[in-house]
């Protein structure tokens, strides 16, 4: 059931916010992610300050995990050993209000209006609520928060209120360790959810608080990651506190005063936190220590998240000014669409809290808004989330990179354990280990490492950043060409093939020669052929050109249409009556199910057309198009964005308008059931993919950046910027025309259509004919394996 498209009284459409006007309960959790906030680093969920009326509130920090030896039913030579979960870390947004002895909430008080937003432009949550008090006062109050960005560790929360007349105020301002807090099973059988620990995960190292300061430090029980707490409170009436006190889960500053009627009451709460260095590894010292030096340790982080501590009103202009910079680059028009724009902001918004000070490090499936998938890394950040990065933060896009060269000995590592040459990385991680237990959906689909080196092709191409190829471009491409050419082999028939992988689509697992898989290998040995680098010899050079041009493609000459791998088209159709309670199948169907079945999660083969353009005529990706979307069910959030983009090209408008919406509102029509645990980060990256690439029709890393433009009927305009090799180049999409100019550096040649265009600081204008939309493809009936009359059995003997 749709949630902000379908209530705009309670969610008015404003262009720059996402806004709130009436309580009604029911959806709590999934509203906490909505209106959560973060900035790479450091996330919090949007959750009411009373901690009665909070469904799943939460504070993370990317990368803060514990681990834990996955025990295996059945065990087997290179299974996955580590588990890795991101963790709660101590939560500072808790206040506990009781005005007159009546302790405020929504759930139990008289509410007499109630707003509140998220302001796209600043970054700052606001959350107004006017109390109709038992002792018949009127208060309001008003919570603002806001993450910082030069200090990425830093949170300031600000509690306002005020009175019509003279009221007794009892406040109390906690931090809660939520990770230790007793709770329930998430999982529930979903592979979506984050589990519990069955342990203590959060040990104290240092607990201090005095005089309204609280300086806490805490360790993970087995991955010894360490984080350090500092906050600090300030009252307008200069108020000292009632009390203090400290505890290994919850620790709290009290005031107890005595507010005017028509006086102003603030609370501020400045908050920093501090992590030391880089993720634990095994084998490694993470700078831990001892536990006899836990104390000093413990004393020297919550010193450094004090030293991170900014006012509350500098966090609030911290994060306005990153905004007003970021919109600045990243911003994307849809004129005509007042709906679509709020959407499409609150999906670019949500992408900067993902990345924006991420550092180092990779962007979890969740970013910092949720424990949803375990806070893990998978290959949706380079194929998803790097276009959007690399054209508007290229220096994001490197630390991405970056990270994963830094996790280049463990997938040495990995690829030993899986038989094959060079590196093999992690399907799902934190740490750099993998961490997938379901080797048929994890460790098969080896096709991350095409992800990563195309990912990394693409970041060189569109910036010209000279000094990544040789540091370390180059090696990720040399490596995982390397673990290609050993795990694929040359069959009789002459063609290179790849068996034993799961593509994207993971209701077909275990697979010989996925389309997908070998396109994209293709393409890695093709670019890592291409390199001048000195670790390669002549003969490796010759051989990867050898299986990439021979790589196996499957196709069906019958249907004339690419099949996904050797086999898929002689499974068994899915039958497509069943009722859509049954979806998502893999929450009510076995795996061995659904893989012998013609049914897909997403797209497959169709991707494959969208990533490796130029390798494919427009009758194939057609034919693709329309042979395998009415099969795809859409059960993953990854799906519907490429499915549009690709109806885009094709010339399809309603078709590929209907996949972009159903991707713009995935988290905010809560589509999928499961945005309580964290925005769906590769969605909203699809959705800047879906406008730039399937409206836009933008595609990279040919000769120069092309366009084929397909704005939807309806739209005005459609306007963003790209940062190309140093420029930033403006593009304005409006029915019958396309505008590009650039500023920043020389003239860019991009081609429109086929047409070469010298883009400069004026205007270049290209006049655009209107695409007929093709005639849907006509496949050959399938062969009648129902009802076939029994036969006779072959006589024996």
């Not at 806004?19 to 680093?41: I, M």
């Not at 309204?212 to 300030?234: N, Y």
Request: charged fraction near 20%.
């Amino acid at each position: 059931m749709a949630l902000i498209s379908s209530d705009r009284l309670r969610f008015p459409c404003d262009p720059w916010k996402l806004v709130e006007t009436l309580h009604v309960p029911g959806a709590e959790g999934t509203l906490e992610t909505l209106f959560a906030l973060g900035n790479g680093h450091l996330g919090i969920r949007g959750a009411h300050w009373a901690p009665s009326d909070a469904d799943l509130p939460g504070t993370f920090i990317n990368g803060f995990h514990e681990i834990w030896d996955i025990k295996h039913a059945e065990n087997a030579f290179g299974f996955a050993r580590t588990g890795q979960r991101i963790v709660y870390v101590p939560d500072a947004n808790n206040f506990t209000l009781i005005i007159d002895g009546e302790q405020l909430s929504l759930a139990e008080s008289v509410v007499l209006d109630y707003r509140r937003s998220v302001d796209f432009a600043t970054g700052v949550y606001e959350c107004a609520i006017t109390w109709a008090c038992r002792s018949g006062a009127t208060v309001t109050t008003v919570e603002r928060r806001a993450v910082g960005f030069d200090a990425r560790g830093t949170l300031g929360i600000e509690l306002r209120l005020t009175s019509d007349r003279r009221v007794a105020v009892d406040i109390t301002s906690t931090v809660v360790n939520r990770q230790d807090q007793p709770a329930g099973e998430q999982s529930d059988h979903d592979p979506r959810r984050s589990g519990r620990h069955a342990g203590r995960v959060l040990r104290p190292l240092h607990l201090h608080g005095a005089d309204g300061s609280l300086r806490l430090a805490w360790e993970a029980a087995e991955s010894r990651q360490r984080v350090g707490l500092a906050v600090d409170h300030w009252t307008s009436a200069g108020q000292q506190p009632f009390e203090t006190v400290v505890g290994q889960d919850e620790s709290s500053v009290r005031y107890v005063l005595a507010v005017d009627g028509g006086e102003a009451f603030r609370l501020e709460k400045s908050v920093g936190y501090a992590v030391p260095g880089a993720p634990y590894a095994p084998g490694s010292d993470d700078g831990g220590g001892t536990d006899d030096d836990g104390g000093r340790v413990g004393e020297e982080l919550a010193a450094a998240a004090s030293a991170a501590l900014r006012p509350v009103a500098a966090v609030l202009a911290d994060s306005a000014a990153h905004y007003g910079q970021y919109w600045r680059g990243a911003d994307i028009v849809v004129g005509g669409q007042p709906e679509l724009q709020q959407a499409v902001r609150w999906n670019l918004f949500q992408l900067a809290q993902a990345t924006a000070r991420a550092g180092v490090a990779g962007i979890p499936a969740k970013g910092v808004s949720g424990s949803g998938y375990e806070g893990h890394y998978f290959w949706d950040q380079e194929i998803y989330l790097l276009p959007y990065l690399t054209y508007t933060n290229p220096e994001g896009a490197r630390k991405v990179l970056q990270s994963r060269h830094a996790m280049l000995p463990d997938a040495r590592i990995r690829a030993k354990e899986l038989s094959v040459d060079g590196a093999l990385f992690p399907w799902r991680t934190i740490n750099g280990l993998e961490a997938s237990a379901y080797y048929a959906a994890g460790t098969a689909q080896f096709h991350i490492a095409a992800a990563i080196a195309f990912a990394a092709h693409r970041y060189q191409w569109a910036s010209g950043d000279a000094g990544f190829g040789p540091e370390m471009g180059a090696e990720l491409l040399v490596e995982t060409a390397r673990m290609w050419m050993s795990l694929g082999f040359f069959g009789k028939n002459g063609q290179f093939h790849i068996h034993g992988v799961t593509g994207p689509d993971e209701y077909t697992a275990v697979v010989n020669d996925n389309l997908y898989t070998n396109v994209m290998a293709r393409f890695n040995l093709r670019a890592a052929a291409a390199l001048d680098h000195p670790g390669v010899g002549e003969q490796e050079r010759q051989l990867w050109q050898q299986a990439a041009g021979r790589m196996a493609l499957p196709y069906d000459a019958h249907l004339q249409v690419h099949s996904q791998d050797n086999d898929f088209m002689t499974l068994e159709s899915w039958d497509w009556s069943t009722p859509r309670s049954k979806y998502p199948l893999l929450l009510h169907f076995h795996p061995l199910v659904i893989y012998r079945h013609q049914v897909l999660k997403q797209a497959d083969t169709v991707l494959a057309m969208f990533l490796q353009w130029q390798d494919f005529t427009a009758e194939e990706k057609q034919r693709a198009f329309d042979f395998y979307d009415p099969i795809t069910t859409g059960d993953s959030t990854l799906s519907a964005c490429v499915q549009g983009i690709m109806a885009a090209e094709i010339g399809y408008g309603d078709v590929a308008l209907r996949h972009f919406t159903e991707a713009l509102f995935i988290d905010l029509d809560d589509s999928h059931g499961n945005t309580i645990d964290g925005v769906h980060i590769a969605s909203t990256g699809g959705v800047w993919s879906s406008l730039v690439c399937g409206f836009a029709g933008m595609r990279d890393q040919g000769e120069v950046l092309h366009f084929d433009p397909r704005l939807p009927d309806g739209w005005d305009v459609l306007a963003f910027r790209l940062r190309v090799h140093g420029r930033l180049l403006s593009v304005e999409l409006r029915p019958g025309t396309m505008g590009l100019s650039v500023a920043g550096g020389g003239p860019l040649e991009v081609s429109v259509r086929g047409q070469r265009v010298q883009v400069g600081a004026d205007m270049s204008t290209v006049a655009l004919d209107a695409v007929p939309a093709p005639p849907p493809s006509v496949f050959p009936s399938s062969f009648p394996t129902t009802g076939l009359p029994v036969l006779r059995p072959l006589p024996v003997g």
